[in-house]
């Protein structure tokens, strides 16, 4: 199974298995943050082991943000939100969540494998927070600045920059919407 783009459906996944589980107003930052009214709820994180000309396994990593103390803000550099500030309860059963969301990321990743990104797209570009906002990405050696244009069919970001479109896969590139 190829990767790329595993992470874009992934989210979607994830969107799909909150939506279920009552918040219906998740939206995607490229290429894998699910954000609520701009503060991250939720992350993904996607590890690939093995040869690059062999067999491999893929490790899908899933953060949602249950139940933070008030005292983790100062140590998080983002806007965040939990679970239970946006339901409005004390408690919210893990295990309830986990049945949802794990219902919906185990269909997405068998599509996935079968057909790639394509069936995710429609739903990415649905969601997508990004597309049409002033951006700044981080690369290793430079920081690129331009409007975000959406994703191409294999789940790249397309920026316009001040020279032109450009495209970005994800790997050594940190995304920030500009205020």
Known sequence: MAHGGLSLATGVAIV????????????????????????????????????STGPCA????????????????????????????????EQVSRNRLAAVVLDRLVAAIVAFEHSGLQPF?????????VRDRQVSLQLP???IRGRARGIDAGGALLVDTATGRRRFASGEVSLRIAP
């Open 16 to 51: 799909h298995g909150l939506g279920a589980f009552g918040i219906g107003t998740a939206g995607l930052k490229w290429p894998n943050d699910v954000l609520v009214d701009g503060a991250k709820l939720a992350g993904i994180l996607i590890d690939v082991v093995g040869e």
């Open 58 to 89: 893929v490790i899908v990593g899933v953060g949602i943000n249950v139940a933070m103390p008030q005292g983790a803000a100062v140590e998080i550099d983002q806007d965040w939100v939990d679970l239970c500030t946006l339901t409005g309860r």
């Open 121 to 129: 797209l429609e739903d990415w570009r649905r969601h997508d927070l």
């Open 141 to 143: 050696n430079e920081v």
